[in-house]
């Protein structure tokens, strides 16, 4: 046997697929398995084609079988080739030939179907003339008549009918033909393509069947958490469905693997106003203004770094994401066994999975469980007149963590808006904002406004008095985080104390006064308080506008 020949069959290619893939945030590891008979001369097994997006450094060999198999290293080699079109190019046009083959038949039935419903139209036309005449006549009958004008409508509906599902179905034959086409000139012109040879050296002890495993990390690929909560307006619970956005352009398609999801690292429009500090002062005339002349650089305004730019523009991209349709959801989701190790969460899907190397999301859910929840609505009347529902959610003390992803915020069945959760650990609350809830009606007024008329001490006092009324219009009990402050004084010489409140509280920081009411179904309620503000006569005071 020649040299030549003995170089050969001592290197012998295996066809593997891809098995397992663990994805990460922003990499994931691929294992690919596949069977080899060994003659027991076999130096390299060479496993072909893998995508130019492998990490090398990351390579990593293994199997069982049959015969005793010593693996002795392993290494990559890179390969430019051009990548083969034929086969593909052949299958493309089949596929157009088929579906033009389809558009000539579609539209033979359209000609066809519009000459018949020319047809009844002009039979239509002339019948009904003629029978006008023998019914002015008396020579035709109004049964016979109406029989015609049956017949004829009978016979333009389903026409009618018949040709709209055709022009349908001629359209969408259109738009495949249009896609195939752009696909087939997309690839007649031949590519250059990088990928790798994974090559294994080895030791055997004979021959018999091996299963070799080779496993590596690829970039391009990663997951996002994704949430979806349904919030019910009388439950105190919340489903959570914790989604998993699975995105891959490695350059392989993963197709019936084995997916697990990990945390490992290897390598609103909703919420309620909330109140600003009602701060009290002398008045402090403003200095004259100096005009000088203004530098030419000054005039010349900064343009916004990237940082900027994103963050001015939240809320614009929150907006777009509520025009959004809503998500469709499916009667069954396929879950993930969780298991946790250290600060490390997995999640393996229970079934097979497919990723296209597309680049684009693929959903799947990890579990979809219900939360236990508390329901409360939350007013600043001095703000807005209504009130907003809040649900204080609790993650489960035995279950996982809940990674910083998007929310989709459902109640009921309606699509309230997005929110961003943050990293939840097991056992802790998190707030979810729900919106506006029309079912409180709140009503604010100055009922008190009264500057004592004797100065003491050369002093001046006034007295403040509000009144706020809730009327629960809903027909179960809730809890309402009512708020309103008092303003904080920053001179000295000002003094503001809080002289009534009913129900009876005291000021938290920087005047925040907080009731948490629990109002009957169809009832009302009413909470007031009074405040003066004390000065002296000759101070002017600024920011006591009510």
């Known amino acids: 046997m020649s040299e030549s020949n003995e170089a050969v069959e001592s290197i012998k290619s295996v066809e593997t697929r891809i098995?397992?893939?663990?994805?990460y945030t922003s990499q994931a590891l691929v294992t690919r398995r596949g069977k080899v008979s060994l003659?027991?001369?076999?130096?390299?097994?060479?496993?072909?084609?893998?995508?130019?997006?492998?990490?090398?450094?990351?390579?990593?060999?293994?199997g069982t079988g049959t015969v005793a198999v010593r693996l002795l290293g392993v290494r990559s080699e890179y390969a430019y080739t051009t990548e083969p079109v034929g086969a593909k190019l052949a299958e493309l046009t089949h596929r157009l030939e088929e579906l033009e083959t389809r558009k000539q038949e579609t539209q033979s039935r359209l000609d066809t179907l519009e000459m018949q419903r020319s047809f009844v139209e002009n039979l239509s036309q002339h019948t009904v003339e003629e029978f006008s005449k023998g019914l002015a006549r008396s020579r035709v009958g109004l049964e016979e008549v109406r029989n015609l004008l049956g017949f004829i409508g009978e016979q333009r509906t389903g026409y009618e009918a018949t040709l709209q599902k055709e022009e349908l179905a001629n359209r969408e034959l259109d738009k495949q033909i249009e896609v195939l086409r752009a696909e087939i000139n997309r690839i007649s012109i031949p590519r250059a393509?990088?990928?790798?040879?994974?090559?294994?050296?080895?030791?055997?002890?004979?021959?018999?069947?091996f299963e070799l495993e080779v496993s590596y990390?690829?970039?391009?690929?990663?997951?996002?958490?994704?949430?979806?909560?349904?919030v019910s307006n009388a439950g105190d619970k919340v489903n959570l469905s914790y989604l998993a956005e699975v995105q891959q352009s490695s350059g392989e398609e993963w197709q019936g693997v084995r997916l697990t999801l990990s945390t490992a690292k290897p390598a609103l429009g909703t919420l309620p106003p909330r109140l600003s500090p009602w701060y009290l002062d002398s008045y402090r005339p403003s200095p004259p203004r100096t005009f000088q002349a203004m530098a030419p650089q000054a005039m010349v305004m900064a343009a916004p770094s990237p940082k900027q730019f994103s963050e001015e523009s939240t809320g614009a991209y929150a907006f777009a994401d509520l025009a959004e349709p809503l998500p469709e959801?499916?009667?069954?989701?396929?879950?993930?066994?969780?298991?946790?190790?250290?600060?490390?969460?997995?999640?393996?899907?229970?079934?097979?999975?497919?990723?296209?190397?597309?680049?684009?999301p693929h959903k799947t859910t990890i579990f979809n469980e219900d939360f236990p929840a508390r329901i409360e609505f939350i007013s600043i009347p001095k703000l807005v007149s209504f009130a907003y529902l809040q649900a204080t959610v609790t993650n489960r003390?035995?279950?996982?963590?809940?990674?910083?992803?998007?929310?989709?915020?459902?109640?009921e069945n309606t699509f309230v808006g997005t929110t961003m959760l943050e990293n939840i650990a097991p056992g802790q609350e998190f707030k979810l904002n729900l919106g506006i809830d029309e079912g409180l009606k709140i009503e604010r007024e100055l009922v008190e406004r009264e500057v004592d008329k004797k100065f003491i001490g050369g002093q001046r006092r006034t007295t403040f008095g509000y009144r706020i009324s809730i009327t629960n219009l809903r027909e179960q009990e809730t809890t309402l985080r009512l708020t309103e402050q008092i303003p904080v004084s920053r001179n000295e010489q000002i003094k503001v104390r809080l002289i009534k409140a009913t129900p009876q509280i005291q000021p938290g920081e920087m005047g925040v006064l907080e009731w948490v009411l629990a109002l009957q179904p169809q009832a009302k309620r009413e909470v007031s308080?009074?405040?003066?503000?004390?000065?002296p006569t000759d101070l002017n005071v600024t920011g006591l506008s009510v």
């Open 529 to 535: 308080y009074q405040f003066t503000v004390e000065h």
């Open 397 to 411: 003390a035995v279950g996982v963590t809940l990674l910083p992803g998007k929310a989709n915020i459902f109640r």
């Open 19 to 23: 098995s397992e893939v663990t994805v």
């Open 39 to 62: 003659s027991g001369s076999e130096k390299e097994l060479v496993v072909s084609d893998l995508p130019s997006t492998i990490q090398t450094e990351s390579f990593r060999a293994g």
């Open 217 to 230: 990390m690829v970039s391009r690929a990663g997951w996002t958490p994704l949430y979806d909560l349904r």
């Open 193 to 209: 393509r990088e990928s790798y040879k994974l090559v294994v050296s080895i030791e055997t002890a004979g021959e018999g069947e």
């Open 329 to 360: 959801f499916k009667a069954a989701s396929v879950s993930a066994e969780v298991a946790s190790e250290g600060g490390v969460v997995t999640f393996r899907l229970e079934r097979d999975s497919n990723i296209p190397s597309d680049g684009a």
